[in-house]
């Protein structure tokens, strides 16, 4: 006769279920933070070891997202930010175009000289001056995008930098500035997150992001603004329209 054993679940992968249940009974939006580790320690009767893997398994399937020095925010993988890549659309209209509210942390607005790449890009000469805003943008307060954009001194000059206070740096651009944006060339490849830009989202080291490398052209066809940005991969859905190759 063979004797069947059974294994019961890990504890940890119990816990994760019990955090799912919570989420459903009282329903709860993304965006919402969670109670603190000690009160679901409390609430489960879990060590704060367990509670932290079951944690993690939620933050690799999307579920939740922690932010060091704030809490765990519900970040809902089945809700993401959509956007078709036949249109050049800023992070600010496709989060405002999913209902969501557009945010922004950790602003920082430089001049700094461009590098030889980046002078490449932008037609300049290496090392002429250029403003970098580097920031993290928010959709419904959970970090989405960590971004830095460049654009020439001689477009956004040091006077704007108080006048910028964050928001859709595409309207600042065409609304404020008065640049008519054109045409576009975008470059995306996956990434994992080093540790500062893991920080900056609130997101554990080597998780998957999107790098997004983009300059876009005026009317003249000349160079206006670049962007660098790590987007957080579940957060985002990309459609585009393609056809056959003749």
């Not at 001056?129 to 001194?153: G, K, Q």
């Not at 989202?201 to 300059?215: A, E, H, K, V």
Request: proline letters at 5%.
């Amino acid at each position: 006769m063979v004797k069947t054993i059974v294994r019961k679940p890990a504890l940890y992968l119990l816990v994760k279920d019990e955090i799912m249940n919570y989420i459903r009974e009282n329903q709860l939006e993304p965006g919402v933070l969670l109670p603190t580790e000690p009160q679901l320690c409390s609430r489960f009767g879990i060590s704060r070891g367990t509670l932290r893997e079951a944690v993690r398994v939620l933050e690799e399937e999307g579920v939740l997202r922690r932010r060091a020095g704030v809490g765990t925010f519900i970040c809902s993988s089945s809700n993401p930010i959509h956007s078709t890549l036949n249109i050049n659309e800023g992070v600010t209209e496709m989060i405002m175009g999913r209902g969501m509210k557009p945010g922004t942390r950790a602003m920082k607005i430089e001049k700094v000289k461009a590098s030889g790449s980046l002078a490449s890009e932008l037609e300049l000469t290496p090392n002429d001056l250029v403003t970098a805003i580097t920031r993290v943008r928010l959709a419904d307060e959970i970090p989405v995008a960590h971004i830095i954009d460049f654009v020439p001194l001689t477009i956004m000059p040091e006077t704007s930098f108080q006048e910028y206070t964050g928001g859709s740096l595409y309207e600042y651009l065409e609304k404020t500035l008065g640049i008519e944006l054109r045409n576009s060339m975008l470059s995306i490849r996956p990434t994992n997150a080093v540790k500062s830009v893991a920080h900056a989202l609130g997101i554990r080291p080597g998780s998957l992001l999107m790098f997004l490398r983009q300059t876009d052209r005026d009317i003249n066809n000349r160079p206006v603004h670049h962007f660098e940005a790590h987007w957080v991969a579940d957060r985002f859905d990309f459609k585009v329209f393609r056809r056959r190759k003749e």
